[in-house]
């Protein structure tokens, strides 16, 4: 894992791409060779799954209480809150983090402390035999 930093903000941009940063951080890759979809694009899951089927990848969800092993992405409140005119103003702003066995060790976020609290795992994993990224 190389710590990748996100280049956008809900702040400054109205969305963040923390969960391309922490791809990028778990595949050792430059944020401009990850899938560069956005929480507010259509559809963005069948976007980043077709991604990573060009790797031979795609991406498991783990429940909060059962983290997989090795490198994922943990999901849940950040310590930011959405900014005044945002349609989630006021409410924490939902981020991803980059964890080695549930314990998370990268915040893409410049500066940031992690997640309040983890509500779930993405992992990486091989593509099985059949599988179908659509």
Known sequence: ???VYQTMTVSN??????FNACVASIL???LREVCDTLPRDTPYWSAWRNW???IGLDLANY???DPPKG???ARGPGFRIYPEGHELSGQPISHATVA??????HDPFPGGTGLKEVNGYWALEPMKTGDDPC
């Not at 080695?100 to 060790?105: I, K, Q, S, Y």
């Open 1 to 3: 894992m190389i710590p």
């Open 13 to 18: 941009d109205g969305c963040g791409n923390c």
């Open 28 to 30: 050792e890759l430059p």
């Open 52 to 54: 990573l089927a060009t």
């Open 63 to 65: 429940p909060a209480d």
């Open 71 to 73: 490198w994922s992405i």
């Open 100 to 105: 080695f066995n549930g314990e998370v060790l």
